[in-house]
């Protein structure tokens, strides 16, 4: 099997990029961000090109950036991995959840310390400034959960899927955090389609990797990239899930792999991706750098999934568009949302035009010769017509410009896998979104002003310090890419408290990460609070 199909089944400064205002005739493919345009008081601003942390800070020990977000708390614990949820029970208590990853036969870093707490942990942060952790949950699943943790906020129900090593098993684990986040209370931990839960029983059974809920919480969907199919559960009796519809890739017309996805309000549609486009260095088929006819295999779906949500017998999910993505591979996740009552989808990728990165940065290198975006990063696209989504912008930051490539190539060199890219967004509000913040795995922590999804603004920033001694939990130490005084990768979601204007997230070496919204960057005049938590 091939790494790439391992880690699948994974404000100051004068540079030249930078842009204080952009003309309303610049293209989407030359489009950059514009960067914050003030920062609080005591706050440390980036001192290079936006996104950069360059060789020089990473040998010295890089201290960290931020602009406009204050870190409140912390908790690291034994480090964190790819997912994370946050929830606030009936009581009013509020709780994170995030995955870990630890040893497995795939990843097995010699340096790394024993395992002391493995399992998700359960922390209170009820009182931001003083975060809690209770216990951790150690069923199947929970283990690690790779990229599949989620919450239903509107039946309080923490799921999983069995992840371990990017692909566990067919379990599911289930737990109700209703009542008492801080305890949450199992349900099931099962395995479900392989002809014992009830349900169907696909042609292949699912493996975990992937995860994420209908806004109802009675259908949990998962991507598996091992198993080439996305699976449909149906929790309508949480204690009882059972596999009711399967799509594979190849029935949607792309021989790649299923990665992340999302779900519409009203449940009648998913919007799946193909990961693909990954490159030769990793034992793949070239990405279509020099060949503009060509598509490649990297992409997003439009899924029918109303037979799904209206639980017909034999429910069957259908496609109504196919949407490529040329300049990035590895595509991760998708988040429906709404401005001005307009609908979007935001497509995030987690390789670049290149494919996943090598040790070489040879298929960088070859991105940029070909003048195409380096590092992976979020499309967004107006769906308005399902039929034919219609890309109108990109989150490229100043790392991402062809013309800065000379730049940035030497602060990544030796490295692979995940530099200078995106891996997980989510909006203030899917029914109102005004903000998007992404995680940047060696950029940090980015918020942008959405209020024109066709011109997004960064409005802050979080960059953690390099952490002095990650844990055995650490996904980036598992997989040998930790390096003294250089950046942390920041992968999970993040959630947005409206509240209490907070944002929550955790990177890999330096755990829970708690931050505060300065300078009254958000929320905006047109932001309201949301009725559910991220994507």
């Known amino acids: 099997m091939s790494l790439a199909a391992l880690v699948l089944s994974g404000c100051s400064g004068g ?3 930078t842009s204080t205002s952009t003309p309303p005739a610049v293209s989407v493919s030359d489009y950059i961000v514009p960067r914050v345009p003030n920062c609080s008081t005591g706050d440390t601003p980036e001192t290079a090109l936006q996104g950069q942390v360059p060789a020089a800070l990473r040998q010295t020990g890089f201290g960290g950036f931020n602009c ?7 908790l690291q614990g034994e480090g964190a991995s790819w997912s994370s949820a946050t929830y606030t029970d009936r009581q009013g208590q509020t709780c994170f959840y995030h995955s870990t990853m630890g040893a497995t036969q795939i990843f097995n870093n010699p340096d790394a310390p024993p395992r002391v707490n493995p399992g998700v942990p359960v922390i209170n942060i009820t009182d931001p400034a003083k975060p809690v952790r209770v216990s951790s949950l150690t069923s199947i699943a929970m283990i690690d959960p790779w990229e599949s943790l989620r919450v239903n906020d509107a039946r309080g129900i923490l799921a999983a899927d069995n992840g371990v090593g990017t692909g566990g098993g067919p379990e599911v684990d289930l737990y109700d955090v209703s009542t008492d986040c801080t305890r949450p ?13 009830g349900g169907i029983t696909p042609e292949n059974k699912p493996i975990g990797h992937e995860g994420g809920f209908s806004p109802d919480g009675f259908t949990y969907y998962i991507g598996s990239p091992t198993s080439r199919s996305y699976y449909a559960v149906d929790l309508t009796v949480p204690t009882r899930p059972k596999v ?3 799509i594979s890739m190849a029935e949607l017309g792309f021989g790649t792999s299923p990665h992340g996805l999302s779900v519409s309000k009203d449940g009648t549609r998913a919007y799946f991706v193909a990961a693909g486009n990954f490159g030769t260095a990793l034992g793949s088929t070239a990405p279509p750098l020099n060949n503009a006819n060509s598509t490649g295999d990297n992409g997003f779906f439009v899924i029918d999934t109303s037979e799904v949500q209206e639980r017909r017998p034999n429910a069957q999910m259908r496609s109504i568009s196919t949407v490529p993505i040329r300049n990035g591979s590895a595509a ?6 709404l401005v001005k009552g307009r609908p979007y989808v935001v497509e995030v990728d ?3 035009s290149g494919g996943l990165q090598d040790p070489g940065a040879a298929g960088v290198k070859a991105a940029c010769s070909a003048g195409m975006t380096p590092f992976p990063l979020a499309h967004i696209y107006d769906i308005s017509n399902e039929a034919a989504p219609t890309l109108i912008s990109e989150l490229r930051l100043e790392t991402h410009a062809v013309s800065n490539c000379s730049k940035v190539i030497p602060d990544i060199t030796s490295l692979s896998t995940f530099t200078y890219g995106s891996h997980y967004c989510s909006v203030d509000n899917r029914e109102n979104a005004t903000a998007l913040a992404c995680s940047y795995f060696n950029s940090g922590l980015r918020v942008f002003d959405i209020r024109d999804p066709s011109k997004p603004k960064e409005i802050a920033y979080y960059n953690p310090p390099a952490a002095k001694s990650p844990g055995a939990g650490s996904g980036h130490l598992m997989f040998a890419q930790y390096r003294p ?3 942390d990768w920041c992968s999970s979601r993040l959630d947005f408290d409206f509240d209490r204007h907070l944002l929550t997230t955790a990177c890999q070496d330096n755990g829970l990460l708690v931050m505060s919204f300065e300078n009254g960057a958000w929320p905006f005049p047109e932001s309201t609070k949301a009725t559910e938590i991220g994507n």
């Open 15 to 17: 540079v030249d990029e």
């Open 68 to 74: 406009n977000l204050k870190l409140v708390s912390q």
């Open 185 to 197: 209370q199992l349900l099931a931990s099962v395995a479900v389609g392989t002809g014992t839960d």
């Open 244 to 246: 009711i519809s399967a």
């Open 332 to 337: 991760q996740h998708t988040i429906p949302f």
């Open 350 to 352: 987690e390789g670049g």
């Open 485 to 487: 005084g250089g950046p």
